[in-house]
């Protein structure tokens, strides 16, 4: 699904021409091998987060990023795959989905939908696009995985079920284990 929330299109209109096209990163925007800002997010409490505070409360500093949204129809399906990724991986990396909020939803919302799919991967907010907007992210699923310096070490899809590719996964675990990313960036999907 097309990030196409007011606050996205807002943030497109702020920064002006070259805001993501399908599988590039915009002009200007933090591209793989870059040293990300240290950006904030928003937990579902309302607690302002940084990149470095997500990268701490992990063992290996590794962050993984999924723009999601409860609303998404290419989102749906997703939930099990992040699920699954968080359980294999979520104590040595932060696996989050980052809702940009392109639908609208409310905190309490998405509570009540991971509650409902039995979901307990943690979500944090881009309520403004301003994530989205830094890394030139135009579609839902595209995904961010940082390396325990903060450096965006891969962007694109989560996965490729009908390849059985798994991009996210790989990188984290690359990652976490201090190797390199085989694959560093995909078209995105959504």
Known sequence: MRLAGTALALAAALAGPGLAQEGRAAAGAVKVGDKAPD????????????????RKKSKTGVVSLTFWCTICSSCRGMEARLESLHRERGEEAGIYALDANAGGETP???VAFNRKNNLT??????????????????????????DREGVLRYRGRFDDPKARANYAADAVKSLAAGEPVAIRQTAPVG
Do not use: C, M, W, Y
Not at 39 to 54: A, P, Q, W, Y
């Open 39 to 54: 950006f904030t997010v928003v937990d579902l409490n309302g607690k302002t987060l940084r990149l470095s505070e997500l």
């Open 108 to 110: 309490a919302q998405i």
């Open 121 to 146: 991967f943690p979500v944090v907010l881009d309520a403004r696009g301003a994530v989205a907007n830094l890394f030139g992210v135009g579609a839902t699923t595209t995904t961010l995985v940082f």
